[in-house]
């Protein structure tokens, strides 16, 4: 493979890949201790540790989605041929804008205190 075609980001995208799906476990985690408090049983975590945890796992899965931005966007600088980077780079920022929204909701909850914008947006 010609040097000029490798993409020096793959590692990290490994690496961002892999923390992604360790923080998509968490959210099942966190949907199931919601789960628990709906069904009366005796929840994992408590309701402030739960908001708390919810937030900086949507805090990290929005730095995953500003690396991917990131990563798209240095790649489709180097190509000649931009139309599928371009596309991927679409894709980048549209998911950069909905972590931001889900991001928000977080903050709303760790805010309010509010156990129920937890369960309505979780895996998102």
Do not use: H
């Amino acid at each position: 493979m010609n040097q000029n075609k490798k993409n020096p980001y793959l590692k990290g995208q490994l690496y961002a890949s892999l923390l992604f799906l360790l923080l998509l476990s968490v959210s099942i985690l966190i949907l199931y201790n919601e789960y628990r408090v709906q069904q009366n049983q005796k929840p994992l975590f408590s309701k402030k540790t739960a908001i708390n945890i919810n937030l900086i796992n949507r805090l990290l899965i929005f730095f995953i989605s500003l690396y991917y931005v990131y990563v798209d966007y240095q790649w489709n600088q180097k190509k000649e041929d931009t139309s599928c980077i371009s596309l991927s780079l679409l894709s980048s920022i549209i998911t950069s804008i909905a972590t931001v929204i889900v991001l928000y909701l977080a903050y709303v909850a760790y805010m309010s205190n509010d156990r129920s914008l937890i369960s309505e947006n979780d895996l998102l």
